[in-house]
């Protein structure tokens, strides 16, 4: 076993070795003269759940924290025992340190002047924060204005444990960005510190596009600040004479944390509005329509076009995603997962697929389609139930991943309204069922749901014994333009919803006992199998003995559809012995479990026992070996 400080030395070489790597490749590309390659300083290290990543990242950071890092991980709890784990190794370095989350005595301090964060050397934040916080108090060492420009005195390391979300993406349709128009068109955003007052001086519309601002980046739709009495100059035009007169504008807070992160969207937004005002100014006296599109924006900390600091993105399943992304490099992986020593597939065969949502038109008062959506949900989620106390029953504590949410709407077909919207909780539903029967979650099973934050970065499954999966993920497709858009993907390989499930997949496994190298049992849907092949693929896991307990899976991968079918009959129907023969009691046996629509006959059967004796099963009816039979035909 690796001990703790020569894991660390290990990552301190693999990181020099791959920039070495990365900038040799540039240099060959032709890359001397041009910029800086951001892949020689963005590096995604998949070491597997239960390599001990986390503890080798606190080594890191206990070691180097004079040079400045972010640590950014997913939940609160994580982010304390990492705090905890740095302080035991160096206690003295604990007033250097800056835990910026909700529950942290450093939070309500920090969000009123952010700049206090440029004081600390080790910044620890959560995923959601990285994405809020301007670079310009979360990178930099010392104050500096601008949002979106860092100085030189800047951190030298960005550490992102477990799947970061990369991006935040900001829209501005065409009411708002004629809106912003007024003040951006006259106001360099990045320049003026008073650039948020100009807007509270404004018409309503604008405040509001500066307040729709700061809630895509704060989840807030106000910036805090006080209304005060300010002179405005008007003119009697019937007397021709200035008025003099005041009004109460607001005055914002312009070093909150709110204000910054709404000062760091109207930089990114500031070239795009200020072309558009151009475009409109500029439009002839003759009227004609001008198309101004919306603009759509992707903040992403790690993309900022900095030599300087060095991003380390510890995500266990992060090559897939960003093996097709550009500007990362994927390091050499000294600790991949080992499924295959630990882990073995199970096919439920007899689980029923769902839709997620459904609709329909119905007469008014007419509940039927109602009634039967409400049955079938239920008989769903009845059945996963039933999964996972048959888990229980055979003394085995189980992590059952479902859904969020599963839903049934029902449209008036008149008036187009809708009369019933049904959006129930899988994961409340099947507890409250489990709970009826005496079962508690926690003590006797898991449960979560996909994306939910629990299916990565968590030890809180680690003593499950088995998984159980039964839907696949799906991700909306305007979800994934965004994330090739804003990781710049080739347009001939994007980022699939397969990369994102068998990535999800892959680690939501890994939050039971196999990360402690101990035996696991996935069970899964058929729907399932085609990411069990993937998984499969990725692990180079090159297994070809049908009588593993994948054979199923295999067979579906290898045989024809029809052969297939015929083989998850034999399978259902008990025929396969000691994982090598097929055997049937006589003819009728083999009629009644591999049905034909013709009578009787065994020539009907040849090219499927051909097909079965060629991936190396043998096959008797009553007690003749038929296997010999069959070879000779192929």
């Given at each position: 076993?690796?001990k703790?400080?020569?894991?660390?030395?290990?990552?301190?070489?693999?990181?020099?070795?791959t920039?070495?790597e990365?900038?040799?490749?540039?240099?060959?590309?032709?890359?001397?003269?041009?910029?800086y390659?951001?892949?020689?300083?963005?590096?995604c290290?998949p070491?597997?759940?239960?390599?001990?990543?986390?503890?080798?990242?606190?080594?890191?950071?206990?070691?180097?924290?004079?040079?400045g890092?972010?640590?950014?991980?997913?939940?609160?709890?994580?982010?304390?025992?990492?705090?905890?784990g740095?302080?035991?190794?160096?206690?003295?370095?604990?007033k250097y340190?800056?835990?910026y989350h909700?529950?942290?005595?450093?939070?309500?301090?920090?969000?009123?002047?952010?700049?206090?964060?440029?004081?600390y050397?080790?910044?620890?934040?959560?995923?959601?924060?990285l994405?809020?916080?301007p670079?310009?108090?979360?990178?930099?060492?010392?104050?500096?204005?601008?949002?979106?420009r860092?100085t030189?005195?800047i951190?030298?390391?960005i550490?992102?444990?477990?799947?970061?979300?990369?991006?935040r993406k900001?829209?501005?349709?065409?009411e708002?960005?004629?809106?912003?128009?007024?003040?951006?068109?006259?106001?360099d955003?990045?320049?003026?510190?008073?650039?948020?007052?100009?807007?509270?001086?404004?018409?309503k519309?604008?405040?509001?596009?500066?307040?729709?601002?700061?809630?895509?980046?704060?989840?807030?739709?106000h910036?805090?600040?006080?209304?005060?009495?300010?002179?405005?100059?008007?003119?009697?035009?019937?007397?021709?004479?200035?008025?003099?007169s005041v009004k109460k504008?607001?005055?914002v807070?312009?070093?909150?944390?709110?204000?910054r992160a709404?000062?760091?969207?109207?930089?990114?937004?500031?070239e795009?509005?200020?072309?558009?005002?151009?475009?409109?100014?500029?439009?002839?006296?003759?009227?004609?329509?001008?198309?101004?599109?919306?603009?759509?924006?992707?903040?992403?900390?790690t993309?900022?076009?900095?030599?300087?600091?060095?991003?380390?993105?510890?995500?266990?399943?992060?090559?897939?995603?960003l093996?097709?992304?550009?500007g990362?490099?994927?390091?050499?992986?000294?600790y991949?997962?080992?499924?295959k020593d630990y882990?073995?597939?199970?096919?439920?065969?007899?689980?029923?697929?769902?839709?997620?949502?459904?609709?329909?038109?119905?007469k008014?008062g007419?509940?039927?389609?109602?009634?039967?959506?409400?049955?079938?949900?239920q008989?769903?989620?009845d059945?996963?139930?039933?999964?996972?106390?048959?888990?229980?029953?055979?003394?085995?504590?189980?992590?059952?991943?479902?859904?969020?949410?599963?839903?049934?709407?029902?449209?008036?077909?008149?008036?187009?309204?809708?009369?019933?919207?049904a959006?129930?909780?899988?994961?409340?539903?099947?507890?409250?069922k489990?709970?009826?029967?005496?079962?508690?979650?926690?003590?006797?099973?898991y449960?979560?749901?996909?994306?939910?934050?629990?299916?990565?970065g968590t030890?809180?499954?680690?003593?499950?014994?088995?998984?159980?999966?039964?839907e696949?993920?799906?991700?909306?497709?305007?979800?994934?333009?965004?994330?090739?858009?804003?990781?710049?993907?080739?347009?001939?390989?994007?980022?699939?919803?397969?990369?994102?499930?068998l990535?999800?997949f892959?680690?939501?496994?890994?939050r039971?006992?196999?990360?402690?190298?101990?035996?696991?049992?996935?069970?899964?849907?058929?729907?399932?199998?085609?990411?069990?092949?993937d998984?499969?693929?990725?692990?180079?896991?090159?297994?070809k003995?049908?009588?593993?307990?994948?054979?199923?899976a295999l067979?579906?991968?290898?045989?024809?559809?029809?052969?297939?079918?015929?083989?998850?009959?034999?399978?259902?129907?008990?025929?396969?012995?000691?994982n090598?023969?097929?055997?049937?009691?006589d003819?009728?046996?083999?009629?009644?479990?591999?049905?034909?629509?013709?009578?009787?006959?065994?020539?009907?059967?040849?090219?499927?026992?051909?097909?079965?004796?060629?991936?190396g099963?043998?096959?008797?009816?009553?007690?003749k070996?038929?296997?010999?039979?069959?070879?000779?035909?192929?």
């Amino acid at each position: 076993m690796v001990k703790k400080m020569e894991k660390l030395e290990q990552l301190e070489k693999l990181i020099e070795e791959t920039t070495k790597e990365a900038l040799v490749k540039w240099i060959k590309s032709g890359g001397v003269g041009k910029k800086y390659p951001p892949e020689a300083r963005r590096f995604c290290i998949p070491w597997a759940a239960g390599s001990g990543k986390t503890s080798t990242i606190i080594q890191f950071i206990a070691k180097n924290w004079e040079e400045g890092i972010i640590y950014s991980t997913w939940t609160i709890e994580e982010l304390e025992r990492v705090y905890q784990g740095i302080l035991k190794i160096n206690p003295d370095i604990d007033k250097y340190i800056c835990r910026y989350h909700s529950k942290s005595d450093q939070w309500e301090s920090t969000n009123k002047d952010p700049n206090l964060l440029t004081k600390y050397r080790i910044v620890l934040v959560t995923d959601v924060s990285l994405l809020t916080i301007p670079p310009s108090v979360l990178l930099n060492k010392s104050n500096f204005f601008s949002e979106t420009r860092p100085t030189e005195n800047i951190r030298a390391w960005i550490i992102l444990d477990e799947k970061p979300t990369l991006q935040r993406k900001i829209t501005v349709n065409e009411e708002s960005i004629k809106a912003h128009s007024v003040v951006l068109s006259e106001i360099d955003p990045i320049t003026n510190d008073k650039v948020l007052d100009y807007y509270y001086h404004q018409s309503k519309t604008v405040v509001n596009a500066l307040e729709d601002m700061t809630k895509q980046f704060t989840n807030s739709s106000h910036i805090d600040g006080d209304f005060k009495e300010v002179p405005v100059l008007g003119y009697d035009l019937k007397n021709k004479v200035p008025i003099e007169s005041v009004k109460k504008v607001k005055v914002v807070d312009k070093n909150s944390m709110k204000a910054r992160a709404t000062k760091l969207g109207l930089e990114m937004i500031y070239e795009d509005v200020k072309a558009t005002s151009n475009l409109l100014s500029n439009k002839p006296s003759l009227e004609y329509a001008v198309e101004i599109p919306e603009i759509s924006k992707f903040y992403d900390i790690t993309a900022l076009d900095n030599p300087l600091t060095t991003v380390l993105n510890f995500d266990g399943t992060g090559d897939i995603i960003l093996s097709k992304a550009s500007g990362w490099t994927i390091a050499k992986n000294d600790y991949p997962y080992n499924f295959k020593d630990y882990g073995s597939i199970e096919i439920l065969l007899d689980y029923k697929p769902i839709q997620r949502k459904k609709s329909t038109l119905c007469k008014s008062g007419d509940m039927f389609e109602v009634d039967l959506r409400n049955a079938e949900v239920q008989e769903n989620l009845d059945k996963i139930a039933q999964y996972i106390v048959k888990s229980i029953n055979e003394g085995q504590k189980p992590l059952a991943v479902t859904w969020k949410d599963i839903s049934s709407f029902v449209v008036h077909n008149a008036e187009d309204q809708i009369v019933y919207n049904a959006k129930l909780s899988m994961n409340d539903q099947i507890e409250e069922k489990l709970k009826e029967l005496g079962y508690v979650k926690g003590e006797d099973y898991y449960l979560t749901y996909w994306m939910s934050g629990k299916t990565r970065g968590t030890n809180e499954f680690m003593d499950a014994t088995e998984f159980l999966a039964f839907e696949p993920l799906f991700v909306t497709t305007n979800a994934l333009n965004d994330l090739n858009v804003s990781l710049k993907t080739d347009p001939n390989n994007p980022i699939t919803n397969q990369d994102l499930f068998l990535a999800e997949f892959i680690q939501a496994i890994y939050r039971t006992q196999i990360r402690l190298n101990k035996p696991i049992k996935v069970k899964v849907t058929e729907q399932l199998l085609d990411t069990i092949f993937d998984m499969y693929d990725y692990l180079k896991i090159e297994e070809k003995n049908v009588g593993d307990t994948v054979s199923l899976a295999l067979m579906k991968k290898i045989l024809r559809k029809n052969h297939y079918e015929d083989f998850v009959a034999i399978y259902n129907a008990n025929k396969i012995i000691n994982n090598e023969y097929i055997i049937f009691s006589d003819n009728k046996d083999l009629e009644n479990t591999v049905k034909r629509a013709k009578s009787f006959k065994t020539v009907n059967y040849e090219k499927l026992f051909i097909a079965l004796v060629d991936i190396g099963f043998k096959i008797k009816v009553g007690d003749k070996d038929i296997t010999d039979k069959y070879k000779s035909k192929q």
